[in-house]
């Protein structure tokens, strides 16, 4: 007991490394205690609403279920206690679900007082940091940290072990178009491919890249240098555009000198360079009689 007591304090990290080298006999069941480790009965534990994670894959359940039936649970779940015959999940959801599948009662848990808000930044903390998480379920925790629990990109990077230039790489992913977000989730792109393709701005040519590199499998390499070349040409297409203005200037001037020697009156073109309008003055009814005869009406 003195062991647990000495691990209560250092922190959620600290118990469950330290939770590795107990044996069986200090998960024997005690009475209820808040910071305390103890054996609860599996059904008495609600699923975490603040799980990060979206989607566990069936055959690793399947395969973590099987080694518990062998092993048991080397590593207790993380829970709060919300009464004496209701527990809630902060992290630990697929030792949780394998145990199930293993058909255990009871289950091994550390057991913590947390508000919400204490156990959604914990719950969010501890599956960034030990699960597998992919990298859009990885940049839908980091914004909550810093939306629900009000940190900021500096705290958020210290309690996650980051630096903020990588928590800001994940958040950009979210500015990508669904499609290649749910590409990155499934696991047809990579960190790599994404992170080349936010730096193009149009989002059609964001999508036409995201297809072409899965259709092709283009390496990051690859979807890099085709990045590269839309940029190539939209720089020469702006640098068209500008050698044009000059161009059109010059003869929309050259036709308004035309038109106010051929009316006798000064003659003005405007234009946005798609539409416009032309504005011949008058300055009496025999002026305009005049113009309209020019123009054989």
């Known amino acids: 007991?003195?062991?647990k007591k000495n691990a209560l304090g250092r922190g959620l990290g600290a118990l469950l490394t330290d939770s590795n080298e107990v044996g069986e006999k200090a998960f024997a069941e005690v009475p209820a205690a808040n910071d305390s480790?103890?054996?609860?009965?599996?059904?008495l534990v609600e699923v975490n609403p603040f799980q990060p994670r979206t989607q566990f894959d069936d055959t690793a359940l399947n395969e973590l279920a099987d080694s518990i039936k062998l092993h048991g649970i080397i590593q207790p779940i993380t829970v709060r206690k919300l009464s004496s015959k209701s527990f809630q999940l902060i992290s630990g959801e697929r030792r949780l679900q394998a145990s199930k599948r293993a058909g255990l009662k009871k289950i091994p848990a550390y057991i913590r007082t947390a508000d919400d808000q204490q156990m959604l930044e914990m719950a969010l903390i501890e599956n960034i940091q030990r699960e597998n998480l992919n990298a859009i379920e990885i940049a839908l925790s980091y914004q909550r940290l810093l939306s629900e629990c009000k940190l900021k990109q500096e705290e958020l990077g210290d309690r996650v072990g980051k630096s903020r230039a990588?928590?800001?790489?994940?958040?950009?992913l979210l500015k990508l178009p669904p499609d290649i977000q749910i590409g990155l989730r499934d696991n047809l792109i990579s960190?790599?491919?994404a992170r080349a393709l936010i730096s193009v701005d149009d989002a059609a040519l964001q999508l036409a890249a995201f297809h072409k590199a899965v259709q092709e499998e283009l390496s990051v390499r690859q979807v890099e240098a085709l990045v590269k070349s839309y940029s190539k040409d939209k720089s020469a297409d702006s640098t068209t555009e500008k050698t044009e203005e000059p161009q059109k200037k010059k003869e929309f001037e050259r036709l308004q000198t035309s038109l106010s020697s051929h009316f006798g009156s000064k003659v003005k073109i405007k234009t946005d360079g798609k539409k416009g309008d032309i504005h011949i003055p008058f300055v009496s009814v025999e002026d305009l009689n005049r113009i309209l005869e020019i123009l054989n009406l």
């Open 191 to 193: 960190m790599g491919h």
């Open 1 to 3: 007991m003195a062991k």
């Open 37 to 43: 480790i103890q054996e609860i009965n599996i059904d």
């Open 166 to 172: 990588t928590v800001t790489n994940y958040l950009r």
